[in-house]
């Protein structure tokens, strides 16, 4: 077994990649951000250190001694107060963790990409978006949009660069991850705790590929024990649409789903007045945001057969990353008391193991 460093080990996903590690026999060292406490990591033997991904002299101390690295630390945000951050942390300090590895000698990576990377692709575009997306998927620069996206898209391209110059490591794309330890939460979880809330009133009809955290965990382990030199897999579960996981959140909550379909360029206004009074007037996270509305609309049904074949990676059902996900977030206050008790009362939502 090697000695593996995970970057975000706090995070959402991180930590997740953390406990699928030590429980495979690795020995594992966390790198932890300093916005985030260390609640996700409660009962897992590992070490810590502190890293900082814009500093380039924190990430080497932090990386000193790792054999194998997996760096899933990033901003996921759709957005931000200063959008320049998200290319500070995901760009800039992707560069920080490939110059830090390969000074370090580390002998495996798995880098922590997106889905997002990979849809909507050239192909499918072609194909009148028929069929489902997989690792050869191109971007179509045509139809790219988004902060989020372009930050992970270039930092992508630093890895496949050091790819080629013989870095020895694999490219991971989970897909939509819910499941517990989202603290922040995550775009996605953010809408489950609307739902949660009863404040999910109206829907857009697209696609999800929907993911618990811990089959990406575990994915994330098999990629680094397994995966080829040079190759990229989707880390995904279940394709369901919009309206679908509004049904099953309904039938483990109690809670009504919502009836009426926004159409999407009503949604794409709404999104851009919504972002305007963020950036200008509360600085607070919008309801609805512009890159959101337009990942919604460009989402592709997705294929994880890659994985599955070459890893032996096995992803759980959609209902189970809901139902973990949904769970997680009422133990731990994020639904209103109100709509606790009456999740509660109905009784199908198990709680969290």
């Known amino acids: 077994m090697s000695r593996c460093f995970v970057t975000g080990g706090n995070g959402f996903i991180g930590s997740r990649i953390v406990r699928a590690l030590r429980t495979r026999g690795h020995e594992v060292i966390a790198g932890v951000g300093a916005n985030l406490d260390l609640r996700n990591l409660e009962g897992v033997d590992v070490e810590t250190r502190p890293l900082e991904l814009e500093d380039a002299e924190s990430v080497r101390r932090a990386l000193a001694g790792a054999e194998w690295l997996v760096h899933s630390a990033a901003i996921y945000s759709f957005w931000e107060p200063q959008a320049e951050r998200l290319y500070r942390v995901n760009v800039g300090g992707t560069r920080n963790v490939l110059r830090a590895a390969e000074e370090q000698g580390v002998r495996r990576m798995v880098y922590t990409s997106t889905f997002g990377t990979l849809t909507p692709s050239l192909e499918l575009a072609r194909e009148a978006a028929h069929g489902d997306e997989t690792e ?78 811990d089959d990406v965990a575990e994915g994330h382990a098999l990629a680094l024990e397994r995966g080829a030199r040079g190759a990229s897999y989707i880390l995904g579960g279940e394709n369901v649409t919009l309206s679908e996981l509004a049904r099953i959140l309904s039938e483990l909550t109690g809670i009504p789903e919502p009836r009426f379909a926004v159409p999407t360029r009503l949604l794409l206004g709404l999104g851009r007045i919504n972002e305007w009074w963020a950036d200008h007037v509360s600085h607070r996270t919008p309801l609805i945001d512009v890159e959101s509305t337009l990942h919604a609309i460009g989402n592709r049904r997705a294929s994880s057969a890659r994985a599955e074949k070459d890893l032996g990676y096995r992803p759980s059902e959609a209902r189970t990353a809901l139902a973990r996900a949904a769970a997680w977030f009422v133990a731990n206050g994020y639904a209103s008391p109100r709509y606790t008790a009456r999740i509660r009362a109905h009784g199908k939502l198990c709680e969290p193991a």
């Open 136 to 213: 050869e998927g191109v971007f179509d620069l045509r139809r790219f949009h988004g902060h989020y996206k372009s930050s992970k898209a270039m930092a992508e391209m630093l890895v496949w660069r050091a790819m080629a110059c013989g870095l020895p490591a694999v490219i991971v794309h989970p897909t939509t991850v819910l499941g517990p330890g989202d603290q922040r939460p995550t775009p996605t979880g953010g809408m489950i705790v609307h739902f949660l809330n009863g404040r999910m009133k109206a829907y857009a009809e697209t696609v999800l590929n929907l993911v618990d955290v």
